[in-house]
């Protein structure tokens, strides 16, 4: 049938009416958005052309037959290729032909993820493939009478990408951000018809920068007047003057490299801070190696700013199966509206989430992308980057402070010098503390020692001797063995990933008042403790493991300085899988070596060493996955990339599996909230994720098949049998209590 109206999407109301979205007025609302995301970075026209030609199909009858109830699949994604794909072949020999070669991956890719280029000898599943079905393609002819065909060749739009092609790598980079933005426009309008007028979007009042500056400073003079003048407040202090005095610099890499306890948290923030007025940055990203760490940070930066202004991104409730949003149900269009893209101020999220949306091929991983422009990202822990992807990750981070207007700042305790070891080949890294020795022998309040091999039965008598202690292994099942073993005591805890986030909070707070009260306090952690939770206990016992994290496990060890020194006991486990596998095995054994060589293995000389052992052999250990040889692997003008298979290869986290919300206490309301309403989704997922465990495909599979979990929708799961989840150590799926815990 032909129609008169071309519409783009339609929503059922709560009082049952329907209502229908213009498809110009769709078009127009893509381009109000994208124009103003991409002239950041300087390509608004680009962002314009892709606005206009990326739902080009939904002009064909099919597709309006679809819209308005009819039951078939129609590919509208293709069309506006097509159109690119014309407008190439045409402007062939000119700047333009190449670029339209780049938007033919972003607007075939809007939904289902960008493709790779492919041959014409494709059948499917690449751009070339979906070329080759332009003439079984539903006729789309119908968009020539709202758009003109002789504007879109009028819009001058190589001058302003061109400069991106420098080489590969920029070029990639280029098509990720556009993709970004495109994604994260159509997602926006799409949520702002869906909303109606009360819509959220363009509707939230944030703090600048600049005011979160002078939030902060008032809150720094406050807690320095409540502050003692001890020697090591003294020495955070001057840490945190530095900091302030290194801000006034230019865009670029800086690094701060304090041992653990010298106030990083806050003095890295005061530099970000200071940094953003003066270089006009929009956004600080805090960024931390583990989910199960970024709650103290977020804790903290809520309680100055309010938590309305910070952004604690633990996960993606995201979409494996990335298709138009017609094709949702309305249950699923409002979570896939709700994925995170990073509208915020302050965002204190993981490795996995940065890094991974520079280098997926999904809309739900890449939509935040471009809200990276213009930021100052501060890596916590910078030396615990995964080894077999660190060329790509500093290659990565290069890029953004090339041609993305950011600031990056290595901040650690072991700073891995990735300037000297060869892996920063462009820029100089500031370093913002002159003399480090000094500042170490300044702070140093814990010694090392090697005890050499333990059995779990000999750690639980360890731990039982000291009132208040804390042990960290390399494994979760090591240490549940060991808790289980420990005895029945009020003030014997656990700690782990097993717990979803909110627990763990709940178990620290404790943990801290019984640290305080001098109660009797023994924990035993996974290595989430190791960085970003501050507590203090006069004796730490550590697993065998990579300097850099024995030197963390100190940092947990008489960090006040209430005792003149205090010693972190360093042991092997007798079972050997308790080494832990892959890299943590790896790690492990060059710790060894380097305990074996040096008296005092916690110096900084035993770290550079450490590191300088752990950097040998860096092109099979930097980049194992050939991410940037797969870049790379054509000639710079033939705009041909592998983005599936990157996507496919660059895994911080093997077998990510999926968030399962824990409907206990917190959990139950938010889930009820999120099933029974249509508005503030986002909100509610990002309050869901603090009650959410990761669980591995191949472990869900077996409680879905069981029926102890429930999918709830799409990526989203519920864990049914809450007999699964104990209160001291969490997720245990050995722990079935029958089915009268199934809910």
Known sequence: MKYTEKLARRIEKEDGKIEYQKLIDHICGVSEFSEEFVSKFFLKNSGKILSILHDLGKYSDEFQDRIRGANIRVDHSTAGAIICDDLEKEFKGRGEYVIY???????????SGLLNYGTEMDDEGTISSRLNKRDILCDFSDWENEISIDDIKQINFSEEVLGFFKNNFSVQMLIRFLFSSLVDSDRLDAQRFVEGENSIVNSKKLMSLE?????????????????????????????????????????????LCVPTGGGKTLSSLGFALNHAKQNGHDRIIYSLPFTSIIEQNARVYSEIFGEENVLEHHCNFSFSNEIG?????????????????????LIVTTNVQLFESMYSNKPSSARKLHNIYNSIIILDEAQVIPNEYLKPCIKALEELVRNYSCTVLFCTATQPEFKKNGLIENFDVVEIIDDTYKL??????????FIGK????????????????????????????????????????????NMYPNHRKEVIKIIRERLKNGEECRVVSTQLIEAGVDVDFPVVFRSIAGIDSIVQAAGRCNREGKQKNSTVYVFKPEEESHLGLGYLKLTSQIGEGIIDDFEDFLSIDAISKYFFELFIDTDHRQDKHKILKMINKHKKLEINYDFREINDEFRFIENLGAQVIVPINEGEKFLNILKYSNRGVKSVLRKLSGCSI???????????????VEQFSDDIFILKNIGMYDLKIGFDKDNLKNYEYII
């Open 440 to 449: 170490f022998d300044d702070l140093k309040r814990v010694s090392g020692k």
């Open 101 to 111: 070669k780049i938007f033919k991956y972003i607007i075939i890719g809007h939904h």
């Open 211 to 255: 005011e979160m500056l002078n939030v902060f400073n008032d809150f720094m003079k406050s807690k320095r007047l409540q502050e003692s003048d001890n020697p090591i407040n003294l020495i955070r202090n001057e840490i945190f003057n530095d900091c302030i005095n290194k801000s006034r610099g230019d865009r670029g890499f800086y690094s």
């Open 694 to 708: 990761n669980i591995p495909n191949y472990i869900l599979r077996e409680l879905l098949r069981d029926g102890c």
């Open 325 to 345: 949003e017609d094709e949702y149900s309305e249950n699923q269009l409002k979570y896939k509206l709700a994925i995170e893209n990073w509208d915020m101020p």
């Open 454 to 497: 333990k059995s779990v039965e000999d750690i639980c008598n360890e731990m039982n001797s000291h009132k208040q202690v804390l042990t960290i292994v390399n494994t979760k099942k090591h240490a549940k063995e060991i808790f289980e073993n420990l005895g029945e005591s009020e003030g014997n805890f656990h700690l782990s990933t």
